[in-house]
Structures are given as structure tokens and as C-alpha cells.
């Protein structure tokens, strides 16, 4: 049994981790910002904190009274992206402050980026530079406390993370999108390919890599390796009871906005290692079956 400490703790990913580390015996303590979120945790079977990622004292009491840290939280107003990356940066600095000189794991979350056709991210990857569009460095900084003796490591989160539910994903601001504009589109041929994991199988990732003690990562959640992009939009498509067309790349970001990059963007990615290592496998429904069910926009 381990005691853990959970950022983000009530986000789309922490709400599932949060009762598959309780049913595996531990004891969670998390990191709430409201009342309301508490008593939600509580409901979970976790013991709420209440603070926020800035109040770095709190961080390091709650980190310093755990056996192991899980570092899920990260806000979603992507306009305000560098004090975002800022305060996750100093975050995790602060687990590495707590959790000097011990054996204690902290796993932090991270994400993919973009690789030309034919390529495809692998766990063995050098870190990638940090790019002033999006200039999150929480690989970085694990990396920079993990070379100070913490035992530091990170769990990649895949693109779409789904499941029954999602309401702030890459897919429902996809859903959101083609409701608009009338049609569920793809950029050119569709076929970038997108990786995915639904939730509760990127969650039990996170409970074997605490369990193993952050050793032998990073770690990719990841189910499907590459989704081509154009049967997620056919699906969507399906679902809203619209039409499903192709739009040419110079017209991306007139009909997508900020995310047509994403959108278009090619990045498929393994978990081969992270399945040997963790003997974990996938178990719910992939990407394309869980939005085609009838009550997934509901």
C-alpha cells in the first residue's frame, strides 16, 4: 500500500486513476480547487487537498507526507499557455525540492508532438526542443530533477484520451467544429494519423509505473498507434448525422482554427516497450468504436 499524491486528481484522467489506484490499495490524497471538487473526491474514496499547481508550499507538504507523487493537472486555457508551462515547470521543480535524496517516484504527464510521414514516436525518443508556440516543459523538467538522484519519469498522453463522457478532448472540440460549420471535415487525404487510449486504460499506465517506482520509462499510454485521421472524422460525421468532406491544407485553419495543426498533423506512437515493461495491455474499447456509440455526444 502506498500513499499518493494526485494533481488534478477530478480532471478526465485523475477521476479514473484516482479509484483504480483505491482498488489496488492505496491511499490517495488530492489536489482539489474547490469545495465542490472535495466533496466529489471524497465520494471517489480519496482525501481532497485543497489548493491550486501556484501554491508551491502546499505542493511540497502534500509530496513530502506521500509515497509517490502523480502529476496530472494542467490548465486548459491554452491562451494563456506560457504561464501554464511556467507553473507546471515550477511544480514539478517542487516535487524534486520534496523528494531529494529519497527513492520516492514522481510521474509527471506529458504528450506528443508532430513527425513527418512514416515516423513514429517511440519511448527510446530524445526530448524534443522547447518550442515558444507551446512551450510546456514538463519531460524537461522531470529530466532536470531526475538527473539531481529524484527518481522522476513521465507517462505520454496520446492525443485523443476518450471514453464515455469526454467533454473537453480533442473530440467533442471536433464535434463542436463540424456542429457549426455544417460538415466533419478532414485536411487533404486524412490520412495523418492520430494515436489514442481511452481513460481508464491510460490510468492503470500511471498505477504500474508507481507500483514499479517510476523506473525503465518514460512511459506511452497509448492503445491505438495511429488512427488515420479521416475515419476519426467520418465517425464524428456519423454521429451528428452530417456529411464528411476533405478541406485543402491552405483552408485548414480558416475552418479550424487554432487546432489545425493538430488536426492535420501526423504523429503515431508505440507503447511496445511501456506494454513489455509494465505487462500492461489495453482493455477498452478503441477510439473509433467509443465514438460511434449512439450516446457518446449525448
Known amino acids: 500500500m502506498m500513499r499518493v499524491f494526485v494533481t488534478g486528481a477530478n480532471g478526465w484522467v485523475g477521476s479514473a486513476l484516482v479509484p483504480e489506484l483505491i482498488a489496488a490499495g492505496h491511499k490517495v490524497t488530492g489536489l482539489v480547487r474547490s469545495e465542490q471538487k472535495a466533496q466529489a473526491l471524497r465520494a471517489a474514496g480519496g482525501e481532497p487537498l485543497l489548493g491550486s499547481l501556484g501554491d508551491l508550499e502546499t505542493l511540497k507538504r502534500a509530496a ?77 523538467t522531470a529530466f532536470a530533477i531526475a538527473t539531481k538522484g529524484v527518481r522522476a519519469t513521465w507517462v505520454r498522453l496520446p492525443r485523443s484520451v476518450h471514453g464515455m463522457g469526454e467533454r473537453h478532448g480533442f473530440v467533442p472540440m471536433l464535434a463542436s467544429i463540424a456542429r457549426k460549420k455544417g460538415v466533419s471535415a478532414y485536411v ?19 498505477r504500474l509505473a ?28 456519423e454521429q451528428l448525422g452530417l456529411p ?50 449512439p450516446e457518446y455526444f449525448n
Not at 223 to 230: I, K, N, S, T, Y
Request: hydrophobic share 40%; aromatic share 8%; proline share 7%.
Open 210 to 237: 508507481l507500483e514499479q517506482g517510476a523506473q525503465d520509462g518514460p512511459f506511452h499510454a497509448v492503445a491505438d498507434e495511429g488512427v488515420p485521421f479521416r475515419q476519426i472524422a467520418e465517425a464524428i460525421g
Open 188 to 206: 487533404g487525404n486524412g490520412q495523418n494519423l492520430w494515436p489514442s487510449v481511452h481513460r481508464l486504460d491510460a490510468a492503470r499506465v500511471y
Open 244 to 293: 464528411t468532406t476533405s478541406i485543402p491544407p491552405e483552408e485548414a485553419a480558416g475552418h479550424f482554427g487554432l487546432l489545425a495543426v493538430w488536426i492535420a498533423g501526423n504523429g503515431p506512437a508505440t507503447s511496445a516497450r511501456t506494454r513489455a515493461r509494465l505487462g500492461w495491455m489495453p482493455e477498452q474499447r478503441g477510439l473509433i468504436r467509443d465514438i460511434r456509440q
Open 64 to 140: 513530502s507526507g506521500a509515497d509517490g507523487v502523480i502529476h496530472l493537472a494542467f490548465g486548459l486555457d491554452f491562451s494563456k499557455i506560457v504561464e501554464l508551462a511556467e507553473e507546471d515547470r515550477r511544480a514539478i521543480e517542487a516535487f524534486g525540492e520534496a523528494y531529494a535524496g529519497s527513492d520516492r517516484p514522481v510521474i509527471i504527464t506529458s504528450g506528443f508532438g508532430l513527425l513527418p510521414a512514416g515516423e513514429t514516436f517511440t519511448e527510446d525518443m530524445p526530448l524534443a526542443p522547447i518550442i515558444p508556440e507551446f512551450p510546456r516543459a514538463s519531460e524537461q
